[in-house]
Protein backbone atom coordinates (compact mmCIF):
# COMPACT_ATOMS: atom_id res chain seq x y z
CA UNK A 1 0.00 0.00 0.00
CA UNK A 2 2.77 2.17 0.91
CA UNK A 3 4.08 1.86 -2.71
CA UNK A 4 1.10 2.62 -4.44
CA UNK A 5 0.58 5.28 -2.23
CA UNK A 6 3.92 6.87 -3.61
CA UNK A 7 3.22 6.13 -6.85
CA UNK A 8 -0.35 7.73 -7.05
CA UNK A 9 1.13 11.11 -5.39
CA UNK A 10 4.10 11.31 -7.71
CA UNK A 11 1.09 11.32 -10.47
CA UNK A 12 -0.62 13.75 -8.73
CA UNK A 13 2.39 15.99 -8.61
CA UNK A 14 3.39 15.55 -11.83
CA UNK A 15 -0.42 15.95 -13.58
CA UNK A 16 -0.05 19.29 -11.68
CA UNK A 17 3.00 20.49 -13.03
CA UNK A 18 2.08 19.46 -16.51
CA UNK A 19 -1.32 22.02 -15.83
CA UNK A 20 0.64 24.56 -14.79
CA UNK A 21 2.81 24.29 -17.57
CA UNK A 22 0.94 24.01 -20.16
CA UNK A 23 -0.98 27.60 -18.67
CA UNK A 24 2.33 29.35 -18.16
CA UNK A 25 3.01 28.36 -21.95
CA UNK A 26 -0.91 29.71 -22.73
CA UNK A 27 -0.44 32.76 -21.43
CA UNK A 28 3.16 33.22 -22.76
CA UNK A 29 1.98 32.64 -26.29
CA UNK A 30 -1.05 35.03 -25.63
CA UNK A 31 1.87 37.78 -25.24
CA UNK A 32 3.72 36.98 -27.68
CA UNK A 33 0.40 37.32 -29.98
CA UNK A 34 -0.08 40.71 -28.83
CA UNK A 35 2.81 42.27 -29.36
CA UNK A 36 3.50 44.34 -31.98
CA UNK A 37 5.66 42.60 -34.99
CA UNK A 38 6.86 44.33 -38.04
CA UNK A 39 3.97 42.73 -40.00
CA UNK A 40 1.77 43.61 -37.57
CA UNK A 41 2.38 47.19 -38.06
CA UNK A 42 1.26 47.43 -41.84
CA UNK A 43 -2.08 46.53 -40.59
CA UNK A 44 -2.49 47.63 -36.86
CA UNK A 45 -3.95 50.80 -36.19
CA UNK A 46 -0.74 52.45 -34.83
CA UNK A 47 -1.04 56.33 -36.91
CA UNK A 48 -1.85 58.71 -34.10
CA UNK A 49 -5.71 59.72 -33.65
CA UNK A 50 -6.31 61.88 -37.05
CA UNK A 51 -3.31 61.49 -39.09
CA UNK A 52 -5.47 59.37 -41.55
CA UNK A 53 -8.00 61.79 -42.23
CA UNK A 54 -5.84 63.97 -42.85
CA UNK A 55 -3.64 62.31 -45.21
CA UNK A 56 -6.58 61.36 -47.16
CA UNK A 57 -7.31 64.33 -48.04
CA UNK A 58 -3.65 65.66 -48.86
CA UNK A 59 -2.72 66.18 -52.66
CA UNK A 60 0.71 65.23 -52.24
CA UNK A 61 1.81 61.25 -52.47
CA UNK A 62 1.70 60.33 -48.43
CA UNK A 63 4.10 57.50 -46.88
CA UNK A 64 4.32 56.95 -43.53
CA UNK A 65 7.30 54.69 -41.74
CA UNK A 66 7.66 53.11 -38.93
CA UNK A 67 10.83 52.68 -36.74
CA UNK A 68 12.30 49.36 -39.22
CA UNK A 69 11.17 51.43 -42.38
CA UNK A 70 7.94 49.52 -43.06
CA UNK A 71 5.21 50.93 -44.80
CA UNK A 72 2.64 51.77 -42.33
CA UNK A 73 0.42 53.50 -44.75
CA UNK A 74 1.09 54.64 -48.49
CA UNK A 75 -1.67 56.73 -50.70
CA UNK A 76 -2.73 55.55 -53.87
CA UNK A 77 -1.04 58.48 -55.80
CA UNK A 78 2.38 56.94 -53.81
CA UNK A 79 1.65 53.41 -55.29
CA UNK A 80 1.12 55.08 -58.80
CA UNK A 81 4.46 56.84 -58.77
CA UNK A 82 6.26 53.79 -58.04
CA UNK A 83 7.60 55.03 -54.28
CA UNK A 84 6.41 52.05 -52.44
CA UNK A 85 6.85 48.48 -53.90
CA UNK A 86 6.53 45.09 -51.34
CA UNK A 87 6.15 47.26 -48.24
CA UNK A 88 8.63 49.11 -48.56
CA UNK A 89 9.68 52.63 -49.69
CA UNK A 90 11.91 52.18 -53.32
CA UNK A 91 13.47 55.54 -53.64
CA UNK A 92 17.31 54.94 -51.82
CA UNK A 93 17.59 59.07 -51.50
CA UNK A 94 14.31 59.55 -49.24
CA UNK A 95 14.51 56.38 -47.65
CA UNK A 96 17.89 57.92 -45.79
CA UNK A 97 15.77 61.16 -45.81
CA UNK A 98 13.74 59.05 -43.48
CA UNK A 99 16.11 57.81 -41.45
CA UNK A 100 18.44 61.14 -40.49
CA UNK A 101 15.28 62.46 -39.80
CA UNK A 102 14.28 59.77 -37.14
CA UNK A 103 17.92 60.02 -35.71
CA UNK A 104 17.47 63.88 -35.41
CA UNK A 105 13.74 64.80 -35.93
CA UNK A 106 14.96 67.57 -38.09
CA UNK A 107 12.74 68.56 -40.79
CA UNK A 108 14.06 68.08 -44.72
CA UNK A 109 13.08 68.84 -48.15
CA UNK A 110 14.78 67.93 -51.35
CA UNK A 111 13.88 67.62 -55.25
CA UNK A 112 14.77 64.93 -56.99
CA UNK A 113 14.84 62.98 -60.34
CA UNK A 114 13.91 59.94 -60.58
CA UNK A 115 13.34 57.41 -63.60
CA UNK A 116 9.93 57.16 -64.74
CA UNK A 117 9.15 53.03 -64.43
CA UNK A 118 7.65 50.95 -67.09
CA UNK A 119 8.11 54.19 -69.92
CA UNK A 120 11.16 52.42 -71.75
CA UNK A 121 11.75 55.81 -72.68
CA UNK A 122 14.20 57.52 -70.04
CA UNK A 123 11.97 59.79 -69.15
CA UNK A 124 12.72 61.68 -65.62
CA UNK A 125 9.63 62.33 -62.82
CA UNK A 126 10.80 65.47 -61.31
CA UNK A 127 9.47 65.40 -57.77
CA UNK A 128 9.60 67.30 -54.48
CA UNK A 129 10.15 65.51 -51.38
CA UNK A 130 9.48 66.43 -47.56
CA UNK A 131 9.89 64.22 -44.44
CA UNK A 132 9.44 65.21 -40.89
CA UNK A 133 8.82 62.95 -37.62
CA UNK A 134 5.33 62.10 -36.56
CA UNK A 135 5.11 61.12 -33.19
CA UNK A 136 8.02 59.05 -31.25
CA UNK A 137 8.19 56.37 -33.33
CA UNK A 138 6.62 57.37 -37.31
CA UNK A 139 8.09 59.17 -40.17
CA UNK A 140 6.22 61.11 -42.89
CA UNK A 141 7.02 61.51 -46.17
CA UNK A 142 5.10 63.90 -48.83
CA UNK A 143 6.05 63.89 -52.15
CA UNK A 144 4.77 66.39 -54.83
CA UNK A 145 4.86 65.70 -58.40
CA UNK A 146 6.15 68.59 -60.37
CA UNK A 147 6.92 67.40 -63.62
CA UNK A 148 4.38 68.80 -65.60
CA UNK A 149 5.06 72.22 -64.32
CA UNK A 150 8.38 72.38 -64.87
CA UNK A 151 7.33 71.53 -68.43
CA UNK A 152 4.95 74.17 -68.42
CA UNK A 153 8.12 76.53 -66.61
CA UNK A 154 10.33 75.49 -69.82
CA UNK A 155 7.44 76.04 -72.21
CA UNK A 156 6.97 79.52 -70.74
CA UNK A 157 10.90 80.38 -70.99
CA UNK A 158 11.37 79.25 -74.21
CA UNK A 159 8.07 81.14 -75.73
CA UNK A 160 9.44 84.48 -74.00
CA UNK A 161 13.19 83.64 -75.37
CA UNK A 162 11.52 83.25 -78.79
CA UNK A 163 9.41 86.12 -78.65
CA UNK A 164 12.77 88.58 -77.63
CA UNK A 165 14.60 86.68 -80.27
CA UNK A 166 11.53 87.09 -82.99
CA UNK A 167 10.98 90.72 -82.16
CA UNK A 168 14.74 91.76 -82.15
CA UNK A 169 15.09 91.05 -85.30
CA UNK A 170 12.79 93.95 -86.63
CA UNK A 171 13.16 96.07 -84.02
CA UNK A 172 16.80 96.01 -85.04
CA UNK A 173 16.11 96.59 -88.68
CA UNK A 174 14.00 99.41 -88.10
CA UNK A 175 16.50 100.96 -85.86
CA UNK A 176 19.35 100.33 -88.75
CA UNK A 177 17.12 101.59 -91.26
CA UNK A 178 16.46 104.76 -89.64
CA UNK A 179 20.23 105.45 -89.35
CA UNK A 180 20.45 104.69 -93.34
CA UNK A 181 17.47 106.95 -93.44
CA UNK A 182 19.35 110.28 -91.51
CA UNK A 183 22.86 109.23 -93.55
CA UNK A 184 20.90 109.45 -96.75
CA UNK A 185 18.87 112.53 -96.12
CA UNK A 186 20.50 114.05 -99.35
CA UNK A 187 19.71 111.48 -101.48
CA UNK A 188 15.65 110.88 -102.09
CA UNK A 189 16.52 107.59 -104.59
CA UNK A 190 18.47 106.23 -101.26
CA UNK A 191 15.85 107.42 -98.62
CA UNK A 192 12.78 106.39 -100.85
CA UNK A 193 14.58 102.87 -101.05
CA UNK A 194 15.12 102.44 -97.26
CA UNK A 195 11.68 103.90 -96.55
CA UNK A 196 10.43 101.24 -98.34
CA UNK A 197 12.32 98.70 -96.22
CA UNK A 198 11.10 100.22 -93.14
CA UNK A 199 7.79 100.00 -94.06
CA UNK A 200 8.19 96.14 -94.28
CA UNK A 201 9.82 95.72 -91.28
CA UNK A 202 6.94 97.78 -89.38
CA UNK A 203 4.73 95.70 -91.22
CA UNK A 204 6.08 92.29 -89.79
CA UNK A 205 6.68 93.63 -86.47
CA UNK A 206 2.74 94.72 -86.65
CA UNK A 207 2.00 90.79 -87.54
CA UNK A 208 4.51 89.02 -84.87
CA UNK A 209 2.95 91.42 -82.23
CA UNK A 210 -0.96 90.62 -83.16
CA UNK A 211 -0.54 87.14 -83.32
CA UNK A 212 1.23 86.92 -80.11
CA UNK A 213 -1.69 88.72 -78.73
CA UNK A 214 -4.31 86.26 -80.63
CA UNK A 215 -2.29 83.46 -79.43
CA UNK A 216 -2.58 84.63 -75.84
CA UNK A 217 -6.27 85.18 -76.82
CA UNK A 218 -6.92 81.96 -77.93
CA UNK A 219 -5.35 80.09 -75.06
CA UNK A 220 -6.66 81.83 -72.21
CA UNK A 221 -10.18 82.54 -73.33
CA UNK A 222 -13.18 79.88 -73.65
CA UNK A 223 -14.33 80.18 -77.09
CA UNK A 224 -17.50 78.28 -76.25
CA UNK A 225 -18.82 80.76 -73.60
CA UNK A 226 -19.91 83.02 -76.46
CA UNK A 227 -20.64 80.19 -79.28
CA UNK A 228 -22.77 80.52 -81.97
CA UNK A 229 -23.44 78.51 -85.30
CA UNK A 230 -21.14 79.61 -87.84
CA UNK A 231 -21.40 79.60 -91.20
CA UNK A 232 -18.89 77.55 -93.36
CA UNK A 233 -19.28 79.42 -96.31
CA UNK A 234 -19.00 82.34 -94.47
CA UNK A 235 -15.33 81.99 -93.00
CA UNK A 236 -14.25 80.02 -96.23
CA UNK A 237 -15.15 82.94 -98.17
CA UNK A 238 -13.39 85.50 -95.57
CA UNK A 239 -10.11 83.61 -95.33
CA UNK A 240 -10.19 83.81 -99.20
CA UNK A 241 -10.72 87.41 -99.38
CA UNK A 242 -8.07 87.76 -96.57
CA UNK A 243 -5.09 86.05 -98.86
CA UNK A 244 -6.40 87.59 -102.40
CA UNK A 245 -3.91 90.09 -102.82
CA UNK A 246 -1.19 87.48 -102.15
CA UNK A 247 -2.63 85.07 -104.44
CA UNK A 248 -2.97 87.51 -107.50
CA UNK A 249 0.44 88.91 -107.24
CA UNK A 250 1.19 84.95 -108.00
CA UNK A 251 -1.21 84.34 -109.92
CA UNK A 252 -2.30 81.63 -107.67
CA UNK A 253 -6.25 80.29 -108.33
CA UNK A 254 -8.14 79.74 -105.11
CA UNK A 255 -11.05 77.42 -105.41
CA UNK A 256 -13.62 76.15 -102.58
CA UNK A 257 -16.64 74.06 -102.78
CA UNK A 258 -18.54 72.01 -100.21
CA UNK A 259 -19.38 74.28 -97.91
CA UNK A 260 -22.77 75.24 -98.56
CA UNK A 261 -25.25 74.78 -95.87
CA UNK A 262 -22.41 73.44 -93.48
CA UNK A 263 -22.41 74.80 -90.13
CA UNK A 264 -19.79 74.86 -87.17
CA UNK A 265 -20.37 75.49 -83.47
CA UNK A 266 -17.93 78.00 -81.69
CA UNK A 267 -16.29 81.73 -81.96
CA UNK A 268 -16.69 82.96 -84.98
CA UNK A 269 -13.57 85.59 -84.50
CA UNK A 270 -11.43 82.21 -83.56
CA UNK A 271 -12.32 79.82 -86.73
CA UNK A 272 -11.84 82.84 -89.10
CA UNK A 273 -8.72 83.38 -87.68
CA UNK A 274 -7.90 79.54 -87.76
CA UNK A 275 -8.96 78.52 -91.47
CA UNK A 276 -7.49 82.42 -92.59
CA UNK A 277 -4.20 81.15 -91.42
CA UNK A 278 -4.26 77.55 -93.18
CA UNK A 279 -5.17 79.46 -96.24
CA UNK A 280 -2.37 82.07 -95.80
CA UNK A 281 0.34 79.44 -95.30
CA UNK A 282 -0.93 77.73 -98.20
CA UNK A 283 -0.71 80.35 -100.92
CA UNK A 284 2.79 82.02 -99.15
CA UNK A 285 4.71 78.64 -99.53
CA UNK A 286 3.17 77.46 -103.36
CA UNK A 287 4.53 78.14 -106.11
CA UNK A 288 3.51 80.99 -108.66
CA UNK A 289 0.79 79.98 -110.83
CA UNK A 290 -0.70 76.86 -109.36
CA UNK A 291 -3.96 76.19 -107.07
CA UNK A 292 -4.93 76.16 -103.66
CA UNK A 293 -8.13 74.46 -102.97
CA UNK A 294 -10.60 74.52 -99.91
CA UNK A 295 -13.45 71.82 -99.78
CA UNK A 296 -15.82 71.28 -96.75
CA UNK A 297 -17.65 68.08 -95.95
CA UNK A 298 -19.92 66.44 -92.77
CA UNK A 299 -18.37 63.40 -91.55
CA UNK A 300 -20.03 60.68 -89.27
CA UNK A 301 -18.72 60.47 -86.08
CA UNK A 302 -20.46 57.91 -83.22
CA UNK A 303 -19.78 60.78 -81.09
CA UNK A 304 -21.98 63.35 -83.11
CA UNK A 305 -20.99 64.42 -87.14
CA UNK A 306 -18.12 66.56 -87.70
CA UNK A 307 -16.95 68.90 -90.00
CA UNK A 308 -14.21 69.00 -92.29
CA UNK A 309 -12.55 71.83 -94.23
CA UNK A 310 -9.69 70.68 -95.99
CA UNK A 311 -7.16 73.53 -97.37
CA UNK A 312 -4.50 71.87 -100.07
CA UNK A 313 -1.88 73.47 -102.04
CA UNK A 314 0.80 72.65 -104.54
CA UNK A 315 3.62 73.60 -102.57
CA UNK A 316 7.01 72.98 -101.62
CA UNK A 317 5.46 69.87 -99.22
CA UNK A 318 6.67 69.10 -95.81
CA UNK A 319 9.47 66.39 -94.97
CA UNK A 320 8.25 63.65 -92.22
CA UNK A 321 10.79 65.26 -89.20
CA UNK A 322 9.12 68.86 -89.90
CA UNK A 323 5.69 67.66 -89.62
CA UNK A 324 5.97 66.14 -85.95
CA UNK A 325 6.97 69.82 -85.51
CA UNK A 326 4.80 72.35 -87.24
CA UNK A 327 2.36 73.11 -84.77
CA UNK A 328 4.91 74.65 -82.51
CA UNK A 329 5.27 78.13 -81.59
CA UNK A 330 8.02 79.76 -84.05
CA UNK A 331 8.62 76.61 -85.64
CA UNK A 332 9.42 77.45 -89.49
CA UNK A 333 10.31 74.59 -92.02
CA UNK A 334 12.04 76.87 -94.19
CA UNK A 335 13.33 80.18 -91.93
CA UNK A 336 14.93 82.14 -95.02
CA UNK A 337 11.45 81.83 -96.93
CA UNK A 338 9.70 82.50 -94.07
CA UNK A 339 11.73 85.91 -93.69
CA UNK A 340 10.74 86.15 -97.17
CA UNK A 341 6.94 85.86 -96.97
CA UNK A 342 6.70 87.43 -93.58
CA UNK A 343 5.81 84.24 -91.44
CA UNK A 344 5.75 84.96 -87.85
CA UNK A 345 5.81 80.55 -87.00
CA UNK A 346 2.73 81.17 -84.81
CA UNK A 347 0.07 80.48 -87.63
CA UNK A 348 -0.15 76.84 -87.34
CA UNK A 349 -0.04 76.95 -83.38
CA UNK A 350 -3.07 79.28 -83.15
CA UNK A 351 -4.49 76.85 -85.45
CA UNK A 352 -3.80 74.20 -83.04
CA UNK A 353 -5.08 75.64 -79.75
CA UNK A 354 -8.43 77.30 -81.66
CA UNK A 355 -9.11 73.51 -83.42
CA UNK A 356 -8.46 71.93 -79.70
CA UNK A 357 -10.35 74.49 -77.16
CA UNK A 358 -13.53 74.35 -79.74
CA UNK A 359 -13.08 69.94 -79.53
CA UNK A 360 -11.68 69.63 -82.46
CA UNK A 361 -8.68 68.76 -84.05
CA UNK A 362 -5.92 69.73 -87.20
CA UNK A 363 -4.38 67.30 -89.17
CA UNK A 364 -1.95 67.32 -91.80
CA UNK A 365 -0.81 65.18 -94.75
CA UNK A 366 2.31 66.13 -96.40
CA UNK A 367 4.69 64.90 -99.17
CA UNK A 368 7.65 66.80 -100.37
CA UNK A 369 7.48 68.46 -104.14
CA UNK A 370 3.77 67.35 -104.05
CA UNK A 371 1.55 69.60 -101.77
CA UNK A 372 -0.06 69.40 -98.30
CA UNK A 373 -3.29 69.10 -96.71
CA UNK A 374 -4.04 70.54 -93.84
CA UNK A 375 -7.63 69.60 -92.26
CA UNK A 376 -9.57 71.24 -89.95
CA UNK A 377 -12.23 68.86 -88.07
CA UNK A 378 -14.51 70.88 -85.91
CA UNK A 379 -18.53 69.90 -84.26
CA UNK A 380 -21.60 70.43 -86.51
CA UNK A 381 -23.87 72.84 -85.55
CA UNK A 382 -26.75 70.51 -84.82
CA UNK A 383 -28.80 72.77 -82.88
CA UNK A 384 -28.57 74.98 -86.00
CA UNK A 385 -28.75 72.36 -89.16
CA UNK A 386 -32.33 70.92 -87.66
CA UNK A 387 -33.62 74.93 -87.60
CA UNK A 388 -32.25 75.01 -90.75
CA UNK A 389 -34.19 71.80 -91.92
CA UNK A 390 -37.36 72.98 -90.64
CA UNK A 391 -36.87 76.80 -91.83
CA UNK A 392 -34.97 76.44 -95.29
CA UNK A 393 -36.00 80.21 -95.78
CA UNK A 394 -33.65 81.49 -93.06
CA UNK A 395 -30.67 80.46 -94.59
CA UNK A 396 -31.04 83.10 -96.87
CA UNK A 397 -31.04 86.14 -94.14
CA UNK A 398 -27.71 84.32 -92.40
CA UNK A 399 -25.27 85.48 -95.09
CA UNK A 400 -23.84 85.30 -98.54
CA UNK A 401 -24.24 81.67 -100.31
CA UNK A 402 -21.15 80.20 -102.57
CA UNK A 403 -22.88 81.79 -105.35
CA UNK A 404 -23.36 85.24 -104.26
CA UNK A 405 -20.22 85.21 -102.27
CA UNK A 406 -16.77 87.02 -104.16
CA UNK A 407 -15.55 83.64 -105.51
CA UNK A 408 -16.39 80.95 -108.05
CA UNK A 409 -16.99 77.53 -106.67
CA UNK A 410 -15.60 74.86 -108.62
CA UNK A 411 -16.05 70.88 -108.15
CA UNK A 412 -14.18 69.87 -104.59
CA UNK A 413 -10.71 69.60 -104.84
CA UNK A 414 -9.15 66.27 -104.03
CA UNK A 415 -8.15 65.71 -100.68
CA UNK A 416 -5.22 63.94 -100.29
CA UNK A 417 -5.16 61.34 -97.35
Not at 166 to 193: C, F, H, I, N
Not at 209 to 227: F, G
Request: with cysteine; hydrophobic share 40%; aromatic share 4%.
Amino acid sequence: MDVNAAVAAAAAIAGVLTGVIAMLAFRWSEREQKRPTRTSLHTDPVLPPGVDTVLSVLRSSAVVLDEADAVVKASSAAYALGLVRGGKLSVEPMLQMARDTRRDGEIRQVELDLPRRGTGRGEALAVSARVAPLGSRLVLLLVEDLTEARRIEAVRRDFVANVSHELKTPVGALSLLSEAVMDASEDPEAVERFAGRMQIEATRLTSLVQEIIDLSRVQNDDPLEDAEPVRVDELVAEAIDRCRHQAGSKQITMAAAGAAELKVWGNRGQLAAALGNLVENAVNYSPARTRVGISARRVAVPSGDLIEVAVTDQGIGISDKDKERIFERFYRVDPARSRQTGGTGLGLAIVKHVAASHGGEVTVWSSEGQGSTFTLRLPEAGAARDRALQHPDLDDEDGPTPESASYDPLPAPEVLP
